[in-house]
């Protein structure tokens, strides 16, 4: 075989494999839950999500504390990069919603998937949504996903390649575009804070300031005015910009990982 297409194949591999167990478990949960109920309402569907997220992360954080002790990644996160966190992931929501307003594109394949995730109670939703689903999908995408294909590729490969299988796994336009430009973020978090917890509070922060955003009609008062609405979030941006300044932009990472 090829010595690219096995890098190839590796890659994917690594990536996907992880997500392959987590998607089974979520599989698992729905069949069951519709075997003792008989049907799923739409209100089920986010609780059983976040469930399922949560029985995975088990097996999936003890498969990432495993490789994590091997690669001597740290496991705590300084109260500096937890602020960092939720002041980026805020900004991240902002700034992308707005950007996300400015583009022409269809947002049929997005109001399904809606629907689902503005059923629960608001809550529910900040829990699941906020809280439970963001360690499972990190401890997928970022940990055991970016975490491995970084021994294998360079930095920037890296980070394109998880971010674009994390926009992929959204299954739609809208919502992948998002997912993908957040996974950049998410990436850059993962190799500079050396920590999979940052990661994780910046998803939930961007996760709860959407769900924030819809309980509050927010979305629907900026209809009117769409062009006004974009710059009002992509200034949310700023946010961003002033908390990953310090972490992301004073060192440079040369394609071998070092810093400089």
């Not at 949960?29 to 309402?41: C, D, E, P």
Request: aromatic share 10%; with cysteine; charged share 15%.
């Amino acid at each position: 075989m090829d010595g690219r297409l096995q890098k190839i194949l590796q890659v994917l591999w690594l990536m996907i494999f992880p997500l392959l167990v987590y998607l089974s478990v979520g599989d698992l949960i729905f069949a069951a839950w519709s075997a003792v109920r008989g049907q799923i309402l739409k209100e089920e569907i986010l609780p059983l999500s976040a469930a399922a997220s949560g029985l995975a992360s088990i097996g999936l954080g003890v498969w990432y504390q495993s490789f994590r002790k091997k690669q001597e990644i740290p496991g705590r996160m300084s109260l500096r990069l937890a602020v960092c966190s939720i002041a980026a992931g805020m900004g991240a929501c902002l700034f992308f919603n707005g950007l996300m307003r400015l583009l022409p594109l269809s947002v049929k394949g997005y109001e399904p998937v809606s629907e689902i995730l503005y059923q629960p109670a608001f809550g529910v939703q900040l829990l699941c949504m906020g809280v439970v689903i963001p360690l499972g999908e990190e401890l997928v995408f970022r940990g055991l996903g970016y975490g491995r294909i970084r021994r294998v590729l360079s930095y920037p490969m890296a980070v394109a390649v998880s971010s674009v299988l994390f926009g992929v796994y959204h299954g739609n336009l809208a919502q992948g575009i998002y997912a993908g430009l957040l996974g950049i973020f998410l990436a850059i978090f993962y190799e500079k804070g050396k920590s999979l917890w940052g990661c994780v509070v910046f998803h939930g922060a961007a996760n709860g300031a959407s769900v924030a955003l819809t309980g509050i009609s927010l979305e629907k008062r900026m209809n009117g005015s769409p062009g006004w609405a974009a710059g009002a979030m992509m200034a949310g941006g700023c946010l961003l910009v002033l908390s990953c300044n310090k972490m992301i932009l004073c060192n440079k990472i040369r394609r071998d990982g070092k810093e400089t």
